[in-house]
């Protein structure tokens, strides 16, 4: 599933993302890339080790911690390090698949889910759109800037060329406590049916505990903690 996450940064961090981000150094985006996807990978990014740029995604972990939809869809178990790209005009990242493992330092993650954070308002440039394939056909995401896509990082995605101005984003994945994303967006539908009942009926409503109890004992049989 491809879950539409509001508002993880507002207007000022945005703003102050951009601000810090405009004093790095920018550096070939193929240095994170597999050796498959570095043929068609063309876009800018700060380096990883970049103290800004670790300050940086420190900041949007924590707004992330505190942003329930996130939490929800995704069931974090890790999140790696968010890394900053650009993509000016005629920059663009073929079709490809983001690699099963990555590493952060010595700490192994399976990637469960890609996640794309927007830091540039869409009015701000065209094309640039991030076109993720599923069982559906293509989706074409261009959120405004603070907005951030989820994604099953098993799918082929790419980004296509801009025309105009520059696009900037945060980008990072994350392992889930439950890999299978079938199970994922069953559980993330389950919360939301809950959450929903829990503002006519109350929280202690016993149809919505039953529910809530339900939730729990799927994600007791699916989790890996
Ligand atoms: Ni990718």
């Known amino acids: 599933m491809l879950v539409h996450i509001e508002q ?53 972990l924590g707004r992330l911690g505190k942003t329930p939809a996130f939490v929800s869809a995704a069931l974090p178990l890790r999140v790696y390090p968010p890394l900053f790209n650009r993509y000016d005009e005629g920059m663009a990242f073929g079709e490809h698949v983001d690699n099963a493992i990555r590493f952060a330092g ?13 830091l540039t308002e869409p009015s701000d440039y065209d094309g640039g759109e991030l076109i993720v394939e599923d069982t559906f056909g293509e989706h074409a995401v261009k959120l405004a800037a603070g907005d951030m896509i989820l994604y099953p990082a098993s799918s082929l995605h790419r980004v296509a060329s801009i025309t105009r101005g520059s696009r900037w984003a945060a980008f990072f994945w994350v392992q889930s406590m439950v890999r ?22 109350g929280q202690a409503d016993a149809a919505a505990v039953r529910l809530t109890a339900t939730y729990n004992n799927l994600l007791r049989m699916w989790a890996e903690v």
């Open 8 to 60: 993880v940064l507002n207007s000022e961090e945005v703003a102050g993302c951009l601000a810090q981000l405009a004093a790095q150094d920018w550096v070939d985006g193929r240095v994170t890339a597999g050796e498959q996807s570095a043929r068609v990978k063309h876009n800018l990014q700060v380096s990883q080790e970049a103290p800004a740029a670790r300050e940086l995604g420190d900041m949007i």
């Open 106 to 118: 010595p700490v192994r993650f399976r990637t469960d889910l890609s996640a794309t954070l927007f």
């Open 180 to 201: 299978d994303d079938g199970q994922r967006s069953l559980l993330y539908d389950l919360d939301n049916t809950i959450q929903s009942l829990s503002v006519p009926v």
